[in-house]
């Protein structure tokens, strides 16, 4: 199954819930493609001796990886790292996950700073590139197991929004002028 990808509601509530807008908008896979956003659909029971996954990593220099698993009995305060995972950011760098096992939310902006709930599950390996705003969360299971992969030594800095001035968030807006003509909005 394709990953799948919605506009979010306003809604306040739980964090972990799906958001959708009534009635649902579905995002397709080329409008993330166009705000930057890669993917690839991998076998996750296989990802030590992956080729495709070797293959991938070669092609883009990801050179680090680890594994973490997130949920309430292994993760020492566990709501409160929730919580700052899900305070709208960006990275310096791309932030590569690819979900082995659980599944959880990818929020991104898009250039017009609505919010698309990307739902990532056991396959799905995806890519989002410096300077987007974005956020993450579990769903409603409470567990992924992410590989997160970097290039070079890894750098987990966030840059809380606003980060208008960023010399990533000014790089990401640029490349929207330059395959659009026009700048992205900003809020």
């Given amino acids: 199954m394709a990953l799948e990808a919605w506009f979010m509601d306003d809604s306040n509530e739980d964090q972990r819930l799906p958001h959708h807008r009534n009635p649902k908008e579905f995002v397709p896979l ?76 990818f929020d991104v902006r898009d250039k017009d700073d609505r919010w698309i709930r990307i739902w990532i599950k056991p396959g799905d390996l995806i890519v989002l590139p410096a300077g987007i705003y974005h956020r993450f969360t579990l769903d409603t299971t409470n567990y992924v197991k992410l590989m997160r992969l970097f290039i070079g030594e890894p750098v987990w800095t966030a840059y809380n929004r606003p980060q208008e001035e960023h010399p990533a968030r ?18």
């Avoid at 000014?170 to 809020?187: A, D, L, Q, R, V």
Wanted: aromatic fraction near 14%.
């Fill in 30 to 105: 080329d409008h993330l493609a166009e705000l930057g956003v890669m993917y690839w659909k991998l076998n996750p029971e296989n990802y030590e001796n992956d080729t495709e996954l070797q293959k991938l990593r070669e092609n883009r220099g990801y050179n680090y990886m680890d594994l973490l698993d997130l949920f309430p009995e292994k993760v020492s305060n566990y709501e409160e790292k929730l919580k700052n995972f899900y305070t709208e950011h960006i990275h310096a760098d791309e932030e590569i996950r690819y979900c082995l096992a659980g599944s959880g939310y």
């Fill in 170 to 187: 000014k790089e990401y807006k640029k490349s929207f002028t330059n395959k659009f003509g026009t700048p992205i909005e900003t809020h």
